[in-house]
């Protein structure tokens, strides 16, 4: 098992990850699946939007796109975040920089433990689930981090 993140042309960097790698690992366990080789790739709106329009056929910014390669309960993928768009949502949401960024990472991760937002119930349960997790991070050793 191997968490790790990566920046594509970003000048932004997260620090003090041990915390946040344990977290995810931890998620992904409590979801039933068993941590595997996951990549954060931290990129700008252009990255995605590119990713966006060949791998998905959609002409749009977004947050977050993940890629599962993991094979029955094994949890393994990519999962691209666009730092630029998490700063425009952390605004419009009225939310930390830090909150919203987490809230995306672990969106990331649920989608490659099986979650799904293609419809209004399955993205209710996706929130609830992200929003639990999020404050359970937050009121750990979270809440001290530095990102």
Known sequence: MR????????KYRLREVKYLKDFIAEVIREE???PGDLSFILTGDNTIREINREFLKQDYFT?????DYGKGNNT?????ISVDTVKKNAV?????FK?????????GTLHLCGYRDGTEEDALI?????????????????????I
Do not use: P, T, W
Request: proline share 0%.
């Open 3 to 10: 968490i790790r993140f990566f920046y594509d042309e970003v």
């Open 32 to 34: 039933k699946h068993s």
């Open 63 to 67: 947050d977050v796109i993940a890629f």
């Open 76 to 80: 393994c993928g990519e999962i691209y």
């Open 92 to 96: 419009n949401y009225k939310v930390s």
């Open 99 to 107: 909150n919203e960024l987490i809230r995306v990472i672990l969106h």
């Open 126 to 146: 996706m929130k609830e689930r992200e929003n639990e997790l999020l404050n359970r991070f937050l009121e750990g050793k979270g809440s001290g981090i530095q």
